[in-house]
């Protein structure tokens, strides 16, 4: 639809605040900070999940006819035993907050990156810019 009006008539866009060839300081820590703690959090879930699998492979018995000769020794010789409850237990104690009323709460994603952003902000003068760049970095890396 032709308005009749000319393309003079409307104002040109507004140009963006944000300049890709003069970031400061903040924000670059923050993306380099920001691909840093998404490949090491990859890392560790790997190396975590890795460790989970072998724990249940050597409780785990064996339903092929012929086991593995090593998760046997595991499991014989008493070498791995992991008592799951008492594990939870403990998580439950590390990451679990107590309100006043002493109801437990879970950890959630707001109050994890609360606790991120406080811990790496901390004594660091760009913090605006430094967010930014981290939540930049998060999607880049």
């Not at 691909?35 to 785990?60: D, E, I, P, R, Y």
């Not at 006819?65 to 403990?90: F, H």
């Amino acid at each position: 639809m032709n308005s009749g009006l000319g393309d003079d008539y409307y104002p040109p866009p507004p140009q963006s605040s944000v300049s890709m060839y003069e970031l400061g300081f903040g924000t670059v820590a923050g993306i380099c900070a920001g691909v840093f703690v998404k490949k090491g959090t990859k890392a560790l879930a790997w190396a975590l999940g890795g460790v989970f699998v072998l724990l249940q492979a050597s409780a785990v018995p064996c339903i092929r006819e012929t086991p593995l000769i090593s998760v046997q020794y595991l499991r014989s010789t008493s070498v791995v035993r992991v008592d799951w409850g008492k594990v939870a237990n403990k998580f439950e104690d590390r990451f679990h907050t107590v309100d006043a009323q002493g109801v437990k709460h879970t950890p959630n994603v707001m109050s994890l990156w609360r606790w991120i952003v406080d811990f790496l902000t901390a004594d660091f003068q760009p913090r605006a810019s430094f967010i930014a760049g981290f939540a930049l970095g998060l999607r880049i890396g």
